[in-house]
C-alpha cells in the first residue's frame, strides 16, 4: 500500500505522543560521567544489535587512554567530562510554548534572515500546526528519494534497517584512534544522519530541503555517514543559516565520507552555533572530525561558512586514495568578539594524478583569533599530484589575529604544489570611497566581505549562497565602530 | 549650488585652509589650481565630508542647507561626487555590483524604491557607450589591476551612473597620458548641462584646455589668492606658480 499524506499525517500526530510520553518518565535522562556502563546504557536505549555495542565500548577504552590535545591555536577552559550528561531524551514540544516566550534578539536575526515562521517555532521547539503544505513536500521527497534507491535516514535507523553498509563503512575514513574527540563520539554518539546513493544514480535534490523540514535538533554527538558508490553523484547540505543557541558547550561531530570509484560527494555547511556573548562569555566548543575517502576517479568537494561557536577546531580533509581523484575544499571562517577558530583541511595525496584545490577566507573582527591550519601531503606514490592552495586573511580593527600554518610534506619529485597567501585590512579608505557614494559604513562592509568570500560563496548552492551572505553581514555588525 | 563661507580646516592640530570664499552656480565649471601643499585636496575631501579632517570654523551651504554636521554619505545623498585622486580597490566586488549598490543607496535614503535591474542594466549600458566602455571592463574587480587611465574613466562612469549635483574632480588628470586625459575630459563634458556643476582640481592648466572653466581660482597656503577667468590658467601655465606667490 502506498504511503500517503495522511499517513504521514498520523505517523506526525503518534510522534508528538511519544514525546509526550518521554516528559512522563523525565526521570530517565541519565546521570552525568562517563564510564562503560553509560555507553553500554546509549547502546542498549538505543536498541542497537550487539556489534556497534562492542564498537561503541572499544572507542571508550581508545577515548580513555588519549589526552585532550592542545596543539591548536586556541584558548579555553578544558571541559571537564565527568560533568556531562551524555544522554537525553529527544527534545521535548511544550505545548504552551509561543513564539512569544523566545528571546527577541533571536527573533529578530530570524526575521534578518528571512526564515519561516514554521521554521522558528522548530528551531525553539515550539508545537507546529501540521502544515498541509510541509507535509506533502515532505512525502514527495521520501517518494522521489525511494523510487531511486537512495537511503536517507537517521543513523540510529540505519544501525538498525542497513546494519551491513553502516557495519561496512563506519570507522573507515575516520577511525576509533583517530583523535581525542574522534574516539569520544564513537563511544557516545546520540545520533546524526546516514546516506547511501546507488550506483549510478544522480540524487535529484539537494540533500538539505527535506533534512530542514524533517530533522529536528541534533544533538551534541552527531554521526554522520555518507556513501557514494560508483558514478553516483550527490550534494549534501548541512547546517542552518539561523542562530542555534544549544545549551550544550560542546559538540564534537564526526562526518565520514566515502566517494567510491567515478562518485561525486559535494558537501556543505554552514555553522553558526551560538559564538558567546559580546565579553566572550558562553558559547559553543565546536570540535568536529571530518574526513572522506576517494577511490579512483572520483571527487570530494567541502565547502563550508563557519560564523559561530566560541571555539572552533575543524579540519575537513580528502583522502585521495584511488588515482585520478580529486579534493577541493573551500572555507569562509568569520570570528568576531572574543571567537576563535584553528580550521582548514588535510589533502592526503596518496594515488597518482590526484588533484587538490584549498582555498580559505578568513576574517577576523573584534578581539577574535582566526587561524588556517593546513596540511598538503604528497605520497611516494602519487605521481603527478597537484596543489593548489590559498589562503587569505582579512582584518577589520587591530585587536583581532589571523594566523597562517600551512604544513607541506612532499615525497614525490613530479609534484607540482603552489601556495599563495595574502592578509589584508578593510581601510578606512575603501569605507570614506563607499560613503562618498553612499553607501554607508555597514554596508559597505558588507559589500567588501562578500568580494573578499566570493570565490567561495560561488562553490554554494544558489539559496544557501544568499541566506550566507545575509550571515555574513549579521555576524560582523556592530565591528567597526 | 555651492557656497563657503570662510572655511577653516586643520589637520591633526595644523591648519590647511585658512578662509575659503567659494561661490558655485548651477551650470558652472570652477577650476582650482595651486602648487603642492596648497590645501587643493583637503578641500576636496572636507566638502565630500572626510572626518579625518576638522573644520575649526566656517560654513559649507549646498542646496541652500549646511552641511556642515552630513556624514560623507549624506552628503553623497544630497547629490555631491567626488572623483578620487587615488580610486581604491575593492577585490570581488564587480564595477556592475558596486555602481548597483550605490544607486540603490541613494534611492533608499530619498524613500525611493530600488532600481529594477532591467533598467539598471540598461542605464549601464547606456552609460558606458556614452565614456566607451567595454562591457568585459562593467564586470571586473573594482580598480583591481586598473591601469591610471582606467581608474579615472572608472570615476566618470560612476558619476555618470549617479547624475549628482556637484562634482568635485580631484587631480582627475594625474597618472594620465594625453590619449586618457582626452577621453576623460570628453565624459565630463558630456556630462555637463545647466542644471550641475564641476569643480576640477589641478595642478596643470592642460585638463583646463579640454574641460574649459568658467572661474578659475588660484589657491596658496589655504587660501584663495587670485580668482579669474581661463585666461588665468594660462597665465599660471607660463609664469608658474611663484608669481602668485
Redesign the interface.
Same mark, same amino acid.
Given at each position: 500500500m502506498a504511503y500517503t499524506e495522511e499517513d504521514l499525517k498520523k505517523e506526525l500526530e503518534t510522534k508528538e505522543y511519544e514525546y509526550g510520553f518521554y516528559t512522563d518518565i523525565d526521570s530517565e535522562t541519565f546521570p552525568v560521567g562517563l564510564d562503560e556502563s553509560i555507553v553500554k546504557a546509549i547502546s542498549k536505549k538505543k536498541e542497537e544489535p550487539e556489534w556497534m555495542t562492542e564498537w561503541r565500548l572499544e572507542a571508550y577504552k581508545v577515548w580513555k587512554s588519549m589526552e585532550e590535545p592542545d596543539w591548536a591555536n586556541v584558548k579555553y577552559q578544558k571541559p571537564d567530562f565527568q560533568a556531562i550528561a551524555y544522554y537525553s531524551a529527544p527534545t521535548v514540544i511544550d505545548p504552551n510554548k509561543t513564539l512569544d516566550d523566545v528571546d527577541p534578539d533571536l527573533l529578530a536575526m530570524y526575521k534578518k534572515l528571512g526564515i519561516s515562521l514554521d521554521e522558528q517555532k522548530k528551531m525553539n521547539n515550539v508545537a507546529m500546526d501540521i502544515v498541509v503544505d510541509s507535509v506533502s513536500v515532505a512525502t514527495t521527497f521520501k517518494k522521489t528519494l525511494g523510487e531511486k534507491g537512495i537511503i536517507f535516514m537517521s543513523i540510529s535507523e540505519a544501525i538498525k534497517e542497513h546494519p551491513e553498509l553502516v557495519k561496512k563503512y563506519i570507522g573507515t575514513v575516520v577511525p576509533t584512534t583517530d583523535n581525542y574527540y574522534a574516539a569520544l563520539n564513537s563511544a557516545v554518539f546520540s545520533d546524526g544522519s546516514f546516506c547511501y546513493i546507488p550506483k549510478g544514480v544522480r540524487c535529484p535534490m539537494e540533500l538539505s530541503t527535506y533534512f530542514r523540514i524533517n530533522q529536528a535538533g541534533t544533538g551534541q554527538f552527531e554521526r554522520t555517514l555518507l556513501i557514494a558508490d560508483k558514478d553516483s553523484y550527490v550534494s549534501y547540505l548541512e547546517g542552518c543559516t539561523a542562530p542555534s543557541r544549544d545549551e550544550n558547550q560542546l559538540h564534537a561531530a564526526v562526518v565520514e565520507l566515502v566517494a567510491l570509484d567515478g562518485s561525486e560527494i559535494k558537501y556543505s555547511t554552514v555553522q553558526n552555533w551560538f559564538p558567546g556573548n559580546k565579553n566572550g562569555k558562553g558559547g559553543v566548543f565546536n570540535f568536529v572530525t571530518k574526513r572522506g575517502i576517494c577511490h579512483t576517479n572520483s571527487k570530494i568537494s567541502w565547502t563550508q561558512v563557519e560564523t559561530g561557536s566560541a571555539v572552533t577546531w575543524k579540519y575537513p580533509s580528502c583522502i585521495l586514495k584511488g588515482d585520478n581523484s580529486v579534493g577541493e575544499f573551500y572555507s569562509i571562517a568569520v570570528t568576531n568578539n572574543y571567537q576563535q577558530a584553528d580550521t582548514g583541511t588535510k589533502m592526503i595525496h596518496l594515488g597518482k594524478n590526484t588533484k587538490s584545490t584549498i582555498i580559505s577566507k578568513g576574517i577576523s573582527a573584534g578581539k577574535s583569533q582566526n587561524s588556517y591550519r593546513g596540511l598538503v601531503q604528497i605520497n611516494s606514490r602519487a605521481e603527478n599530484a597537484r596543489n593548489f592552495s590559498q589562503c587569505d586573511s582579512l582584518l577589520m580593527g587591530n585587536k583581532c589575529g589571523a594566523h597562517t600554518f600551512p604544513y607541506i610534506e612532499v615525497k614525490n619529485k613530479t609534484a607540482m604544489v603552489e601556495h599563495e597567501a595574502s592578509t589584508s585590512k578593510i581601510g578606512e579608505d575603501q569605507i570614506f570611497y563607499c560613503n562618498q557614494r553612499g553607501i554607508d559604513t555597514e554596508k559597505a562592509i558588507a559589500l567588501i566581505v562578500n568580494g573578499f568570500s566570493k570565490e567561495v560563496l560561488n562553490k554554494l548552492p544558489m539559496e544557501f549562497a544568499v541566506e550566507a551572505q545575509k550571515l555574513l553581514e549579521i555576524s560582523l555588525e556592530g565591528s567597526v565602530g | 549650488m555651492l557656497s563657503i563661507d570662510n572655511l577653516h580646516v586643520s589637520i591633526e592640530g595644523k591648519p590647511i585652509l585658512n578662509g575659503i570664499n567659494l561661490d558655485v552656480k548651477a551650470g558652472e565649471i570652477h577650476a582650482i589650481m595651486g602648487p603642492n601643499g596648497s590645501g587643493k585636496s583637503t578641500l576636496s575631501s572636507v566638502i @565630500? /565630508? #572626510?572626518e579625518?579632517y576638522e573644520v575649526t570654523k566656517g560654513d559649507i551651504v549646498f542646496k541652500n542647507e549646511n552641511i556642515i554636521e552630513l556624514?560623507?554619505?549624506e552628503r @553623497?545623498?544630497k547629490g555631491i561626487?567626488?572623483s =578620487?585622486q587615488y580610486?581604491?580597490e575593492?577585490? /570581488?566586488?564587480s564595477v556592475t #555590483? =558596486?555602481i548597483k549598490? +550605490?544607486i540603490n +543607496? #541613494?534611492l533608499k +535614503?530619498r524613500n525611493e524604491s530600488e532600481m529594477p535591474a532591467n533598467i539598471m542594466l540598461k542605464k549601464i549600458r547606456e552609460k558606458a557607450e556614452l565614456l566607451g566602455i567595454d562591457s568585459k571592463f562593467l564586470s571586473r574587480?573594482?580598480n583591481e589591476g586598473f591601469s591610471g587611465g582606467e581608474k579615472k574613466r572608472n570615476e566618470i562612469f560612476?558619476m555618470a551612473m549617479?547624475e549628482p549635483s556637484l562634482s568635485i574632480l580631484d587631480e582627475t588628470d594625474s597618472g594620465l597620458d594625453i590619449d586618457a586625459l582626452k577621453v576623460v575630459a570628453n565624459g565630463v563634458n558630456k556630462l555637463k548641462n545647466k542644471d550641475n556643476a564641476v569643480i576640477v582640481i589641478t595642478h596643470y592648466q592642460r585638463l583646463l584646455d579640454y574641460i574649459i572653466p568658467d572661474f578659475v581660482h588660484v589657491l596658496h597656503e589655504g587660501k584663495i589668492v587670485k580668482s579669474g577667468d581661463k585666461s588665468l590658467a594660462h597665465e599660471l601655465e607660463e609664469k608658474g606658480y611663484d608669481w602668485i606667490k
Open positions: - | @565630500a /565630508g #572626510n579625518d556624514s560623507a554619505e @553623497a545623498h561626487f567626488m =578620487f580610486p581604491i575593492i577585490p /570581488g566586488v #555590483n =558596486f549598490t +550605490a +543607496a #541613494n +535614503a574587480s573594482l560612476q549617479l
